[in-house]
């Protein structure tokens, strides 16, 4: 059983910063790419940031300069820096990470809530 728990949300005035931190725990191999999303109401899930397992960033356009996103490959671990946030910025934010058990599967944490507000 693999498992993804993320932590680090909550409510934060705009301008602010939060750090948010997912960990995978359980019975695979390695972990090939990780990243973030977000989810806000009546919208649908998008890409936040990415991470190759050699620590290349991949960003959407509307974080870029401001978040951060960085992974520990011996803690099984990924964050996401999150700086001068905006209302915009607000939703439910979910960790993704391509697990290979040997065979490569993605998986989801539960999310977690980033409300900015104004």
């Known amino acids: 059983q693999v498992q993804l728990v993320e932590s680090g949300g909550g409510l934060i005035q705009e301008g602010g910063s939060l750090r948010l931190s997912c960990v995978a725990s359980?019975?695979?191999?390695?972990?090939?790419?990780m990243g973030w999303y977000r989810q806000a109401p009546g919208t649908q899930r998008e890409l936040v940031a990415t991470?190759?397992?050699?620590?290349?960033?991949t960003y959407a356009d509307s974080v870029k300069g401001r978040f951060t996103i960085s992974r520990d490959n011996a803690a099984n671990t990924v964050a996401l820096q999150m700086n001068s946030l905006k209302p915009a910025d607000t939703g439910v934010y979910y960790c993704?990470?391509?697990?290979?058990?040997?065979?490569?599967?993605?998986?989801w944490g539960q999310g977690t809530q980033v409300t900015v507000s104004s």
């Open positions: 991470i190759t397992r050699d620590g290349n960033p």
């Open positions: 993704k990470a391509h697990i290979r058990r040997p065979l490569e599967v993605p998986y």
């Open positions: 359980g019975s695979f191999t390695s972990i090939r790419l």
